[in-house]
């Protein structure tokens, strides 16, 4: 018998894991373009919605309770509990009962730093809304050259009348008297100051809110580089506007290129109407969806190749054999150039080089041909302005691939048949800003099942709701989002809406990519250090 037996290794106890954390969903809802006079994008308005992290922290509480509450009937089957509300965007509060409504800082740089909002803008400005109190510590560190920072003006001239009740009050206090200038001049206040400070460190702000002009604006203006505008509540804006770029802008060390003027942007422009008020009252840019409205003087030119490209998707969609659809595309020179680009591309990967139109259409094939001729359509050959920066094209293609993205989230009962119809909506929603017809008119031409139609016309079924989701997200009109997600399309999340809407601006990016003479997109994964697109 040993004297000595080999202690068994026991298992190191362990305690119980609790319910995995969940982590906050992306608070990026959409943007809404911001547009030069030449027509070319700028920058975007970007919309987040608030609550994500109170949200991740009830969910996180709540399993918490649910696993307290499995471990307590494990032990007594038969013992009573109540379980916890769940949670939801329409009841979600705070912890004094009241409905969430401002977006936090965090939340916002989250969605920036970590689900890729930053990279979708390429080259473009992102214009972000923060209120007056968020001027502090929380901004280090914050990209300033690429996100101009949107202040509201009745929150500053609030913050100054706050100061200056307080200041008139300590005046009566003998000894607050030494904290007055020696001019007897009361001191710059502390919101200036902290403007002031921050546009040395190289930061840009907008004004947003101003109507008229009033005494103190002259010490007000200086602290912005841009001004946004709505015309529809100026009572004189030639003279506003006159008036704001007189004011002389400190000199911008920070970025290459800035102008000493006041950039005025006009805002809410949704008719063509409001934006040719705007462009000759003297503003420098439009925010809006004005340019989705046919206009002779903003739609594209509508010639006789842009018949020849309508001819080419009828064939497209009609699954045509392949010498009908070479002697096509042969006809169509645009497509004819960008397809045998496309294929080059493609081929790369195939190592299969196109020497004509026949190899580059087997290599590319019909469903990347079928969706090159549809952004094709909202491509204006003859315009100056480079791809990335149309704004049609871009708004409808980014809407093409967020509706196919989001269609897959639809499931069995979604009633589509495929997620290509979800595109072709999307891709053909703004048609009628083409042509001097209307949508049903024009979709009569083509070879189309009735709830593609339908869906683009009236809006109508599950595509037509899907489409309704893009173009509220694309607004940032959150009670919508919210109505259609918890209605007509309930497996969908608000937080798919976020994901999909950028995965489909990626999308975008990687399905236009040109040679390298015709490339406008070889930074659009990369942040820019200092932005070039200054207004």
Not at 56 to 79: H, S
Not at 230 to 235: E, P, R, T
Not at 306 to 314: D, F, G, M
């Amino acid at each position: 018998m040993a004297l000595f037996k080999k202690k068994a290794q026991s298992e190191p106890i362990q305690a119980p894991k609790g319910p995995e954390k969940i982590v906050p969903e992306n608070p990026y809802l959409g943007r809404e373009p911001i547009i030069s006079r030449e027509q070319a994008i700028i920058g975007y308005e970007l919309f987040f919605r608030p609550g994500t992290t109170l949200k991740a922290k009830r969910l996180n509480d709540r399993n918490e309770i649910l696993a307290q509450i499995a471990k307590r009937l494990a032990e007594d089957p038969k013992a009573e509990v109540s379980y916890p509300e769940e949670v939801t965007d329409a009841n979600l509060r705070d912890d004094d009962g009241k409905e969430v409504t401002q977006v936090t800082l965090p939340e916002i740089f989250y969605s920036l730093k970590t689900k890729g909002v930053t990279q979708s803008l390429g080259q473009h400005l992102g214009f972000i809304d923060i209120r007056v109190d968020q001027l502090g510590d929380e901004l280090r560190g914050f990209p300033a050259i690429k996100f101009p920072l949107q202040i509201h003006l009745a929150e500053i001239l609030e913050a100054i009348k706050t100061e200056a009740s307080q200041a008139a009050e300590a005046v009566e206090d003998p000894e607050a008297k030494k904290d007055l200038d020696d001019s007897g001049e009361p001191p710059v206040p502390e919101i200036l100051q902290k403007l002031e400070r921050l546009r040395s460190a190289g930061y840009k702000f907008v004004l947003t809110g101003l109507t008229e002009v009033f005494d103190g604006l002259d010490d007000i203006l200086p602290k912005f580089r841009y001004i946004k505008l709505d015309l529809q509540k100026v009572a004189k804006p030639s003279s506003l506007i006159d008036y704001c770029k007189g004011i002389p802008l400190p000199r911008d060390e920070k970025s290459k290129g800035a102008t000493n003027v006041l950039q005025i942007i006009a805002v809410n422009v949704h008719e063509p109407e409001e934006f040719h008020q705007a462009r000759d009252v003297g503003c420098d840019a439009f925010e809006g969806f004005y340019f989705v409205k046919p206009d002779p003087e903003l739609s594209l030119h509508r010639g006789e190749e842009y018949r020849k490209l309508l001819q080419l998707l009828t064939l497209l969609l009609s699954s045509p054999e392949l010498k009908d659809l070479v002697t096509a595309i042969e006809a169509n020179p645009v497509v004819s150039k960008h397809l045998m680009v496309i294929a080059e591309i493609d081929s790369r990967r195939k190592r299969d080089k196109p020497e004509n139109i026949r190899d580059a259409a087997v290599i590319s094939g019909v469903k990347r041909i079928t969706r090159w001729t549809q952004l094709l359509l909202y491509a204006d050959a003859k315009a100056k302005v480079a791809l990335d920066a149309t704004p049609l094209l871009q708004l409808v293609c980014v809407r093409a691939f967020f509706m196919e993205s989001l269609s897959t989230k639809l499931g069995a009962g979604g009633g589509l048949g495929s997620s290509d119809l979800a595109f072709l909506v999307g891709g053909l929603s703004l048609i009628d800003n083409l042509f001097d017809e209307s949508a049903r008119e024009l979709l009569s031409h083509f070879n189309l099942p009735g709830v593609v139609v339908d869906a683009i016309v009236d809006r109508s079924g599950i595509l037509g709701q899907l489409l309704s989701l893009a173009e509220a997200a694309e607004v940032g009109d959150l009670e919508k989002c919210r109505h259609l997600c918890a209605d007509e399309l309930k497996t969908v999340t608000l937080d798919d809406v976020a994901q999909d809407s950028l995965l489909a601006i990626k999308n975008f990016v990687s399905q236009t990519q040109f040679a390298p003479e015709e490339d406008v997109w070889e930074n659009a994964n990369s942040v820019l250090e200092e932005s070039s697109q200054e207004l």
